[in-house]
């Protein structure tokens, strides 16, 4: 059974970067067919798709958020990265690592999430 | 503003049924596979639906999907107290290039 598993702070000022990283244990994250990708729900509201890095090593990310998103991957440790940069309580979320199926598109596996909160 | 959209809440009484829905464009649902989510509050969402219309293994017939042009359905049938919870819809935008969803729908079982 794939398991995914956020870490990184829980608390982050305004002005800096925002730094998380998902390990993947019970299944490969260097499979072809598979994205891995960053979604984020501020409290009280929506799903928010951050971006994506494919199986081959591309990228895409949400144009609102495009100029401060870098993602990453290390495929020897079975883990994937998101930065974001100047973060403003605006990026206060819970986020989530996800996997999505390629070309269908959906999202099969799930991290529980963790609460990345954006105050002085 | 969601890309697709969806009502904001929907309630039935247990036993009942409903159906939640989601408008998109051409760019989103009308050319691309339709997945729905489950989300109890406090938890992460689960798939519910994938392909608009599959079930993953353990998700009990009660739920259906379905899509049509540029929108889509979901269906749940003999509403029980446990499946209220948030729903969302999520497909791929190719003008975004990247997923979207709708801004969820909260169901009440009464």
């Known amino acids: 059974q794939l398991q995914l598993q956020e870490s990184g702070p829980g608390l982050v000022k305004p002005s800096e970067t925002l730094s998380l990283t998902c390990t993947v244990s019970?299944?490969?994250?260097?499979?072809?067919?598979?994205?891995w990708d960053w979604i984020r729900q501020p409290p009280g509201k929506g799903l928010e798709w951050i971006g994506s890095?494919?199986?081959?090593?591309?990228?895409y990310y949400n144009p609102s958020l495009k100029s401060r998103v870098t993602m990453s991957v290390d495929t020897s440790k079975k883990q994937f990265s998101l930065k974001l940069r100047s973060v403003t309580a605006a990026d206060t979320a819970v986020y989530y690592c996800?996997?999505?199926?390629?070309?269908?598109?959906?999202?099969?596996?799930w991290g529980q999430g963790t609460l990345v909160t954006v105050s002085s | 503003q969601s890309v697709l959209t969806q009502p904001p809440s929907v309630s039935a009484a247990p036993g009942q049924k409903v159906t939640i829905s989601c408008s998109g464009s051409t760019s989103n649902i009308g050319n691309k596979y339709v997945s729905w989510y489950q989300q109890v509050p406090g938890t992460a969402p689960k798939l519910l639906i994938y392909?608009?219309?599959r079930r993953p293994s353990g998700i009990p017939d009660r739920f259906s999907g379905s899509k049509s042009g540029t929108s889509a359905t979901l269906g749940i049938t003999g509403l029980q107290t446990g499946d209220e919870a948030d729903y969302y819809c999520g497909t791929w935008d190719t003008n975004l290039n990247g997923v979207v969803f709708g801004g969820g729908t909260k169901l009440t079982v009464l």
């Open positions: 890095l494919s199986s081959s090593g591309n990228t």
């Open positions: 019970g299944g490969s994250i260097s499979s072809s067919g598979y994205a």
């Open positions: 996800v996997r999505r199926i390629w070309n269908e598109d959906y999202l099969d596996y």
């Open positions: 392909d608009n219309n």
